[in-house]
C-alpha cells in the first residue's frame, strides 16, 4: 500500500508560479511512475506530468515549457514546478503513484489549483 500526500496548491494571478509537492509513503518498490494528473470543472481527469522510477519523465503538451517535475528519493517526494500559470490550468491536482511490477494505481485527495486575477 501507498499513501500519498499532496501539498502547494492555492490561488495565484495569472503568469504565477506553484510548486506542489507529493510525499509517498508505505511500500515504495523499485519500478514505479509517478506524477501529477488534473481535473477541471466539468472536465475529464488528464494527465500533466510524471515521471519513472528511471527518472524518464512525460508531460501534457499543454504544460511542457511551462512546468517541470522532479523528485526528491531521500524524502520519497515528487514535485512540479509550475510556472506562467494560466486560468485554464484551474483545476484539481491529484498525485499519482503506480506500481509497475502489481499494474496498481494509487491517487491523492487532491489539491485545488485557482489560477485567477
Known amino acids: 500500500q501507498v499513501q500519498l500526500v499532496e501539498s502547494g496548491g492555492g490561488l495565484v494571478q495569472p503568469g504565477g508560479s506553484l510548486r506542489l509537492s507529493c510525499a509517498a509513503s508505505?511500500?515504495?518498490?523499485?519500478?514505479?511512475?509517478m506524477g501529477w494528473y488534473r481535473q477541471a470543472p466539468g472536465k475529464e481527469r488528464e494527465l500533466v506530468a510524471t515521471?519513472?522510477?528511471?527518472?524518464?519523465?512525460n508531460y501534457a503538451d499543454s504544460v511542457k515549457g511551462r512546468c517541470t517535475i522532479s523528485r526528491d528519493n531521500a524524502k520519497n517526494t515528487v514535485y512540479l514546478q509550475m510556472n506562467s500559470l494560466k486560468p485554464e490550468d484551474t483545476a484539481v491536482y491529484y498525485c499519482?503513484?503506480?506500481?509497475?511490477?502489481?499494474?496498481?494505481?494509487?491517487w491523492g485527495k487532491g489539491t485545488l489549483v485557482t489560477v485567477s486575477s
Open positions: 499519482y503513484y503506480r506500481n509497475a511490477g502489481a499494474g496498481i494505481n494509487y
Open positions: 508505505g511500500s515504495i518498490f523499485s519500478s514505479y511512475r
Open positions: 515521471m519513472h522510477s528511471s527518472g524518464t519523465t
